[in-house]
């Protein structure tokens, strides 16, 4: 029996990562697409897959070119397609508007096109986000919640939504959406403040740094492992029909307790190293974003198992080994 195979956009990040390993441990065929400048610099840009590099296959693409990600889809003819790629930082999508609505909205009609010409069949997973709850309406927020984006980044990801749903309604493919609250690991970017929090936080301790500057320590969000929500995406493309679902850990924590813990496990006080810099407050902040992800807990028997302690630590521990070993990002 010929293998499954996968493509992932965005597979150089932190979910695209944890879910190509996932996708390799049930034996698929993976296959992720790749910017150029990704494959000349593959020291800094494929740092998290490095390790399963040789068991995948990668492909040249790009989400701001149609023809490029057509004749990747047209030769290869996927199974699934797990559509990642996207502009996630939310703090630039303020900053640079266009090219967040360029990469995020464009590159998902360009793939959701691209397999409804080449590839019909193939299942499509679409990563929608927390994001465009934005100003909720209801606490804690399920499928039925309604959207009210805060930023450009939230506002691209409803676009998506809706383009995947069309595409679903329209013409009948089997699109998913996941809409996931925040995940973190070892493999989140730097620019994130939970990564910043956990290698600024190292960093002090080895005495490579002074201060940590962060915007609202009020701000509070449902932080999940990245690990655990890959899982998920997979399993709604196993489901019998095509839905949308809710993905996080329906707890929510303050900016300012993920600090306290990730000093606490070092062995400092986060308030002799922690400062507020108003340059890191968003124009316009998220309500209280908490999930409530029963949908998923029972359609497709999803549990999440990873505490918020535990995460924080294994982040920690990374950054840790990380400076000490080399003693710069």
């Known amino acids: 029996m010929a293998k499954k195979k996968a493509l992932i956009t965005g597979i150089t990040g932190q979910d695209g990562s944890y879910l190509a390993e996932y996708l390799l441990g049930l034996g698929y065929e993976v296959h992720g697409i790749v910017r150029r400048v990704a494959l000349e610099d593959q020291k800094h840009r494929l740092w998290r897959i490095r390790g399963v590099k040789d068991s995948i296959k990668i492909h040249c693409g790009s989400m701001e070119s149609y023809p490029s990600i057509y004749k990747i889809v047209q030769d290869l003819q996927p199974d699934e397609c797990y559509h990642l790629a996207a502009q996630s930082f939310v703090s630039y999508s303020f900053e640079d508007e266009y090219s967040t609505f360029n990469s995020n909205i464009n590159g998902t009609h360009y793939v959701l096109s691209s397999l409804k010409n080449a590839c019909p069949t193939c299942k499509v997973y679409f990563a929608a986000s927390s994001e465009m709850f934005g100003k909720v309406e209801e606490v804690p927020q399920n499928e039925n919640t309604k959207f009210h984006p805060r930023s450009v980044y939230g506002i691209s990801k409803v676009a998506g939504y809706d383009l995947a749903r069309n595409y679903r309604e329209a013409y009948g493919m089997f699109t998913a959406s996941g809409i996931l609250f925040n995940h973190e690991s070892p493999r989140r970017g730097f620019e994130f403040v939970t990564r910043k929090i956990t290698s600024t936080a190292a960093q002090i301790k080895l005495g490579l740094a002074e201060k940590l500057y962060l915007g609202n320590l009020d701000a509070q969000r449902d932080w999940g492992h990245a690990r655990e929500y890959v899982k998920a995406m997979h399993a709604m493309l196993q489901?019998?029909?095509?839905?949308?679902?809710?993905?996080?850990?329906?707890?929510?924590?303050?900016?300012?307790?993920?600090?306290?813990?990730?000093?606490?496990?070092?062995?400092?006080?986060?308030?002799?190293?922690?400062?507020?810099?108003?340059?890191?407050?968003?124009?316009?902040?998220?309500?209280?974003?908490?999930?409530?992800?029963?949908?998923?807990?029972?359609?497709?028997?999803?549990?999440?198992?990873?505490?918020?302690?535990?995460?924080?630590?294994?982040?920690?521990?990374?950054?840790?080994?990380?400076?000490?070993?080399?003693?710069?990002?």
């Open 239 to 329: 489901y019998k029909t095509p839905e949308d679902f809710v993905i996080g850990t329906g707890e929510t924590h303050p900016v300012r307790e993920f600090a306290e813990i990730a000093f606490k496990i070092l062995g400092m006080d986060y308030r002799k190293y922690v400062e507020v810099d108003k340059e890191f407050f968003r124009p316009s902040e998220v309500d209280l974003l908490i999930a409530d992800p029963s949908k998923a807990k029972k359609l497709l028997k999803w549990e999440y198992k990873v505490t918020f302690e535990e995460l924080i630590e294994e982040m920690v521990k990374n950054d840790y080994e990380y400076f000490k070993k080399t003693g710069n990002i």
